[in-house]
């Protein structure tokens, strides 16, 4: 009994602080487990822009000016790259600053809370604001980490300016407004809800044009800041849309209503889904007596169901055009406010008046079974729709071997506890949210496709045999690295290499751009004489004359490799080149963009030095059930392998110089047309192995 009283006197901001530390401790301590970025090309972005911020107080991506992405969020990161040079090193400073910022949304959850319910219910929506899975972004470089708790001190804003809407708390809110908008677009998608959050309150409490005419300063202030924005971008030629920035291709899209109305259903039923249930249900009972409960409340709700609202239909628009996902990552900063909504519903004693109760419960506990699971689980949810991580995990366990019958089970299973737990016992619901809330953040950092899963599955594509900062440990300060794609090798040898290494600078391509490449600069190839050497060109037509290039490992040039990562996937060499850059090395019979072969390939150097011809060759266990030979001749040399439908194999090859040229043929057998092997297919091509390196050693 002491104890307990003496936990009772332990004051309330003591708690919230005890709630904070022991977030972001633990937050900081598991994204010890994340070793590289895997949400491209975001998180490459934000790193540069902050980099660029402490390199030369520009604002820019791989050394280009840029606008329109988040201007504070790269600001918060900035000290982490000026402390520490070595980019391993601020990468893990980078978790730590997100794992303490996002942990304070603890604080506004906890006040906003405060204003409708008593202070240990305040405290635990503010521990249930912590505990969603989507605090697994502590350990990426997202702007969900600022984005989250100066969005929820916004909607803090919006409902003290309900409360009295002065001058200065509507200047307030205008100004926290601007502050979201400068961390995220996205609060573009809370001027709707502002305004439409005062009309909802009148209504709910029945006043009239009286009680509307008590708001005219927010909307005056809307009014003339949108006027004063109009007037700033005339003046500077550029219209509303320009605010948008990067992101202002969302404006020249024309949407279609009905894929919109779609992809919003499945938003408000996949939230439903994220919250357990429970939030939904209780905030719909107290809509059914919004009339009866206080003004706070009435403002609360007034602010949860607008924002909720205006928020996933913006969110589910840019997904009808953009994405095709299940944007759950741009919606999940709402969910507090469901939250403060149950805990207000338990508070006053559970109420459950069958006219309202039975149809809220009903369709809280349906929303969540209408989701089109077999459509949405999939490689993008992982970065994008962390509820649904959970079903996925649990697979091999579903009902019926259905998604939507195992969802179904639990919803009715909660649906029956809303209604039949007694209201003594009410505070057992906020805590299966809380259970449910730790079970899906486990499911969604270290489950099968969590978060570390995908950490380490980029890392493994993008550096594999050599330390993250390989090329900075090579290359002297203040030398430039270039970087040539040609889409042989994955994308993440190249954004995990700049990510992790200052020195890398330009990134060039061949064909087409990184997936979400940006500012990348095309190149041609241009050969000498009509053969070799072939020299890489800019589209002004003037060529490389970078001191060193990262190339993957279909492209030998004129130069010393320095450093090899060969176990990466297309394997990664460092050169420091001899001139222009020019590559020495032609390969025939390779189809083009591919690492596929026909049934014979011809490798050709000149000028050639001799050494040795170092190959590493794959197949396909879909296309080829047994072993295919490989046979390889140079100069009388002749060496055959056999490469397994599955795994690699490897051949080396003395290199003798003829004319000062080397020349090795390659045949093939058996080669497989995949629209004979697999049905369905429509490839014609004869293909024999993959050629998925060549590599010259001296």
């Known amino acids: 009994m ?24 633990i937050r900081a301590w598991l994204a010890r487990s994340m070793k590289a970025p895997f949400i491209m090309v975001d998180e490459l972005i934000y790193s540069e822009l902050a980099r660029s911020l402490v390199d030369d107080g520009s604002f820019a991506v791989r050394g280009v000016a840029t606008s329109g992405y988040s201007l504070l969020y790269p600001l918060l990161l900035a000290p982490a790259y000026a402390v520490f040079d070595e980019l391993p090193r601020a990468y893990d400073a980078v978790k730590t600053i997100n794992a303490l910022t996002m942990s304070l949304a603890a604080v506004p959850a906890y006040l906003i809370g405060r204003r409708v319910v008593s202070a240990p219910l305040a405290l635990l929506g503010a521990l249930l604001a912590v505990l969603v899975p989507s605090l697994a972004y502590t350990g990426t470089v997202m702007t969900e980490n600022l984005y989250y708790p100066v969005f929820l001190v916004a909607l803090l804003a919006l409902l003290r300016a309900l409360d009295r809407p002065t001058w200065s708390r509507t200047a307030v809110l205008i100004a926290l407004l601007g502050v979201a908008y400068a961390v995220r677009s996205q609060t573009v998608a809370l001027v709707p809800a502002v305004l439409t959050a005062p009309l909802l309150l009148v209504v709910f409490e029945r006043a009239g044009r009286r009680g509307l005419i008590a708001y005219w300063r927010p909307y005056a202030a809307l009014a003339g800041g949108a006027l004063a924005l109009l007037a700033v971008q005339l003046a500077r030629g550029q219209s509303l849309q320009d605010l948008l920035g990067a992101y202002s291709v969302v404006s020249d899209r024309s949407y279609d209503l009905d894929s919109v109305l779609r992809f919003w259903a499945w938003h408000l039923e996949e939230l439903a889904l994220f919250v357990a249930v429970v939030p939904v249900a209780a905030t719909l009972i107290l809509l059914g007596l919004v009339r009866a409960l206080p003004r706070a409340v009435q403002a609360h709700l007034a602010v949860t169901v607008s924002t909720v609202a205006w928020v996933s239909l913006v969110v589910a628009a840019f997904a009808s055009q953009f994405s095709d996902r299940i944007e759950e990552r741009n919606l999940f900063v709402v969910v507090p406010l469901l939250f403060t909504a149950m805990l207000v519903w338990v508070e006053r004693g559970a109420p459950r008046p069958r006219r309202i109760a039975i149809p809220a419960v009903a369709v809280a506990m349906t929303l969540p079974i209408l989701v089109p699971y077999d459509r949405f689980i999939q490689t993008g949810a992982i970065s994008d729709t962390l509820a649904l991580l959970l079903p996925w995990t649990y697979n091999t366990h579903l009902l019926a071997g259905s998604y939507s019958a195992t969802v179904a089970a639990g919803a009715f299973a909660v649906g029956a506890a809303i209604l039949l737990v007694p209201a003594r016992y009410a505070i057992v619901l906020p805590l299966l949210v809380l259970a449910f809330l730790v079970v899906s953040s486990r499911v969604a950092w270290s489950g099968p496709h969590g978060f570390v899963q995908a950490s380490e599955g980029a890392l493994f594509q993008g550096i594999r045999g050599v330390p993250r900062d390989w090329i900075d440990r090579t290359v002297p300060p203040g030398r430039e690295v270039g970087v040539l794609w040609t889409g042989r090798a994955d994308r993440f040898s190249v954004n995990l290499n700049e990510f992790f290494n200052r020195r890398v600078g330009h990134v060039f391509y061949t064909g087409q751009p990184t997936p979400g490449g940006i500012n990348e600069t095309p190149v041609s190839r241009q050969p000498i004489d009509g053969g070799l050497p072939v020299y890489y060109v800019l589209p002004n037509d003037a060529t490389i004359d970078l001191p060193y290039m990262l190339l993957d490992g279909t492209v030998t040039p004129a130069g010393q490799r320095l450093a090899l990562d060969q176990t990466a996937l297309g394997g990664m060499a460092l050169w420091r080149l001899h001139g222009s850059f020019r590559q020495t090395v032609a390969v025939n019979g390779l189809y083009p963009g591919d690492t596929w072969s026909g049934p014979s390939v011809t490798w050709v150097q000149r000028p050639c030095r001799g050494g040795s011809l170092a190959v590493r060759m794959s197949s396909d266990p879909s296309l080829h059930r047994r072993p295919v030979a490989v046979t390889a001749t140079t ?62 050693d001296r």
């Open 635 to 696: 100069d009388g040399t002749t060496r055959t392998v056999h490469v397994p439908p599955s795994g690699t194999a490897h051949l080396r090859l003395p290199l003798v110089p003829t004319g000062g040229r080397c020349v090795v043929r390659f045949s093939v057998s058996p080669t497989a047309n995949p629209s004979r092997v697999n049905p369905g297919s429509t490839d014609d091509r004869e293909l024999g192995v993959h050629f998925d390196a060549m590599r010259v």
């Open 2 to 25: 002491g104890s307990a009283n003496r936990l009772r006197r332990v004051p309330t901001w003591a708690w919230l602080v005890v709630t904070v530390a022991a977030s972001f401790l």
